[in-house]
């Protein structure tokens, strides 16, 4: 079947540093993407979504960028903090469907 | 409050036994979804509800999962002679409408069969 993959499950920065979390989809067809932020015991907060008719968009210390020739997405956390520390899925929606479908997950660690 | 609310937030059930979980949507949210997240995976597709109706049911994993929507709000999902691989967090999220956009999620069921 076709799912989203997220490259690394794991990745620790200091406080302050930026941050780039990776996602890989498969599915062609898919046509919006979604980043969710996901702390203990709550459920997916929505940090920021791109349809495929754009390749970057930008949003409060945070950044998407879309490349449809690789089917790559990515988000990018400027000046991270404790607060940030949290698992992050991507997700991918289109085609017929109207459900997401989501990642593994990437944990973030920020240290001070 | 104004989020999507869950209850319970925990349960815990002996095997065979049934099980039901309750969503509250965001008010005026017409489109419904409910997923399933076992531990440290993502976020598995359940079924989607456009107001009353389910036109997607495709990620029901077998016939002993069933969910319900009345009034355009309340939704119920349903899991009969529980088994423990249905031990997870089964999460609810709706928006204004369905396509590609947001879906505001509530913070789940933690579910564990015993």
């Known amino acids: 079947g076709e799912s989203v993959g997220l490259h690394l499950p794991t990745l620790s920065v200091q406080e302050g540093d930026n941050s780039i979390i990776n996602c890989a989809y498969s599915?062609?067809?898919?046509?919006?993407f979604i980043w969710y932020k996901q702390e203990s015991g709550k459920g997916p907060q929505f940090i920021i979504d791109?349809?495929?008719?754009?390749d970057k968009r930008q949003g409060q210390r945070v950044t998407v960028l879309l490349n449809k020739t690789v089917k790559h997405l990515s988000l990018q956390i400027a000046a991270t903090q404790p607060g940030d520390s949290a698992v992050y899925f991507c997700?991918?929606?289109?085609?017929?469907?109207?459900?997401?479908?989501f990642g593994k997950g990437t944990t973030l660690s920020v240290s001070s | 409050g104004a989020g999507v609310s869950q209850s319970p937030s925990n349960k815990v059930t002996e095997k065979g036994k049934d099980v039901e979980l309750r969503c509250d949507p965001i008010?005026?949210?017409?489109?419904l979804y409910w997923y399933r997240q076992r531990l440290g995976q993502g976020l598995e597709f359940l079924i989607y509800f456009q107001g009353n109706s389910a036109p997607d049911k495709s990620g029901l994993p077998s016939d002993r999962f069933s969910a319900e929507r009345t009034g355009e709000s309340v939704s119920t999902l349903t899991i009969q002679r529980t088994q423990q691989e249905d031990s997870a967090v089964y999460l609810c999220a709706s928006s204004p409408y369905s396509g590609p956009r947001p879906q505001h999620f509530g913070d789940g069921t933690r579910l564990s069969i015993l």
């Open positions: 008010s005026g949210h017409t489109a």
């Open positions: 599915n062609s067809a898919s046509d919006y």
């Open positions: 997700a991918e929606a289109g085609g017929a469907g109207t459900a997401l479908i």
């Open positions: 791109i349809r495929s008719n754009m």
